[in-house]
């Protein structure tokens, strides 16, 4: 048995661009699909030390849904780096001032914490609104 990987050149030639319209989601749900995505776990040809995934667009992140009563209880954490410099934000103080973050840091932390994974959040493009300046790539819209 001999295993064919796909070469770079195919991977560019193989690149889509999706756009998913956070509005219908929840906040978890989503970022699983949309980890799927950048990972290109839905081509025949995945390889974990390869980067197969497409570019993804979020759009509307301001109105993604948690459930439960995660929307008041949900805290993000960050450290300054001097003693006692711990940082909390509730989700709601997140999503009034960065909503794309939100949305960001849930698909981070699905994908690879190596070189191979911070390549793979390049391709994810996350907007607070509807519009975006990516329609020169011809976007197909995605159901999960």
């Given at each position: 048995m001999r295993t064919d990987y796909i070469k770079t050149?195919?991977?560019?030639?193989?690149?889509?661009?999706f756009v998913v319209d956070a509005q219908e989601y929840v906040l978890g749900r989503m970022a699983t699909n949309i980890a799927r995505l950048l990972r290109?776990?839905?081509?025949?040809?995945?390889?974990?030390?390869?980067?197969?995934?497409?570019?993804?667009?979020v759009i509307n992140a301001e109105k993604v849904k948690l459930t439960g009563k995660k929307s008041e209880?949900?805290?993000?954490?960050?450290?300054?780096?001097?003693?006692?410099?711990?940082?909390?934000?509730?989700?709601?103080?997140?999503?009034?001032?960065?909503?794309?973050?939100?949305?960001?840091?849930?698909?981070?932390?699905?994908?690879?914490?190596n070189v191979l994974g911070r390549q793979m959040l390049k391709k994810l493009k996350v907007y607070a609104g509807d519009q975006h300046p990516h329609q020169a790539q011809n976007p197909k819209s995605i159901k999960f």
């Open positions: 050149d195919e991977i560019m030639a193989q690149r889509e661009w290109g776990k839905n081509k025949p040809g995945f390889a974990p030390h390869q980067d197969l995934g497409d570019f993804v667009i209880q949900k805290t993000y954490f960050r450290h300054t780096g001097y003693p006692g410099g711990s940082k909390f934000t509730s989700f709601r103080e997140m999503i009034e001032k960065h909503p794309e973050r939100v949305i960001e840091h849930a698909v981070r932390l699905m994908l690879p914490k």
